[in-house]
């Protein structure tokens, strides 16, 4: 069983959207997944209660003390991946969450306050996670260049940055008040597509390439 973590020092940054466009997605491809719900606001709980209980993925509304219970949980019950939704800060709720994933994404938005939150993200990071970090810019604008000035920042500051940019698309939040997510709402979309690859380079990243699917499949 493999856990991804999204950890953020800032609040809407995406991690819940890229929470359920993966979990969506890797369900899509026949891999059992959780999310686990640290987030107080139940955002991703809201989101699976529109869903309905029969569709997957699973959402489990989660706490901090009972997170190593749960993933045991859910490693005895077949789960392939889990993904766990932290709330907007750097709390002792997702350190808890990062020191128990397998790979761990830090969403930010590429500007100067979201930028300065990422420095307090990695730090707790790299004092508690065991596991690979990188940032993921989020709500990337149509203007490329803004984007690839912040990668340099984040790189310059020796945190590594994910290659995949997830940019302010309508297509990834007109689907979430019917419970759904961009990869099954509108599958051949751009939003899609930046969903899937996201999807392959995490494989990658867990040493699990052989899973990867082409952007075609989505």
């Given at each position: 069983?493999?856990?991804?973590?999204?950890?953020?020092?800032?609040?809407?940054?995406?991690?819940?959207?890229?929470?359920?466009?993966?979990?969506?997605?890797?369900?899509?491809?026949?891999?059992?997944?959780?999310?686990?719900?640290?987030?107080?606001?139940?955002?991703?709980?809201?989101?699976?209660?529109?869903?309905?209980?029969?569709?997957?993925?699973?959402?489990?509304?989660?706490?901090?003390?009972?997170?190593?219970?749960?993933?045991?949980?859910?490693?005895?019950?077949?789960?392939?991946?889990?993904?766990?939704?932290?709330?907007?800060s750097a709390d002792s709720a997702a350190l808890a969450a990062a020191e128990v994933a397998d790979l761990i994404l830090v969403p930010a938005r590429p500007n100067?306050?979201?930028?300065?939150?990422?420095?307090?993200?990695?730090?707790?990071?790299?004092?508690?996670?065991?596991?690979?970090?990188?940032?993921?810019?989020?709500?990337?604008?149509s203007q490329a260049s803004i984007a690839e000035e912040a990668a340099e920042v984040i790189a310059g500051a020796g945190v590594s940055v994910c290659p995949i940019?997830?940019?302010?698309?309508?297509?990834?939040?007109?689907?979430?008040?019917?419970?759904?997510?961009?990869?099954?709402?509108?599958?051949?979309?751009?939003?899609?597509?930046?969903?899937?690859?996201?999807?392959?380079?995490?494989?990658?990243?867990?040493?699990?390439?052989?899973?990867?699917?082409?952007?075609?499949?989505?």
């Amino acid at each position: 069983m493999k856990i991804v973590s999204l950890v953020s020092q800032k609040g809407g940054v995406g991690k819940t959207t890229l929470a359920m466009n993966l979990a969506v997605l890797a369900e899509k491809r026949g891999y059992a997944t959780v999310v686990f719900d640290l987030d107080p606001q139940a955002s991703i709980t809201k989101w699976k209660d529109k869903r309905g209980a029969e569709t997957p993925p699973d959402v489990v509304p989660a706490q901090q003390g009972r997170l190593k219970t749960l993933l045991a949980l859910a490693q005895k019950q077949g789960a392939w991946l889990v993904i766990i939704d932290t709330a907007g800060s750097a709390d002792s709720a997702a350190l808890a969450a990062a020191e128990v994933a397998d790979l761990i994404l830090v969403p930010a938005r590429p500007n100067g306050l979201d930028l300065e939150a990422v420095e307090t993200t990695v730090r707790v990071a790299m004092q508690h996670a065991k596991r690979p970090f990188h940032v993921i810019l989020t709500q990337t604008p149509s203007q490329a260049s803004i984007a690839e000035e912040a990668a340099e920042v984040i790189a310059g500051a020796g945190v590594s940055v994910c290659p995949i940019r997830i940019g302010s698309r309508l297509d990834y939040r007109h689907p979430t008040p019917d419970g759904k997510a961009a990869v099954e709402w509108r599958p051949k979309s751009v939003a899609a597509r930046e969903v899937v690859h996201l999807w392959d380079w995490m494989c990658q990243q867990l040493g699990i390439a052989e899973y990867c699917e082409t952007t075609s499949a989505a």
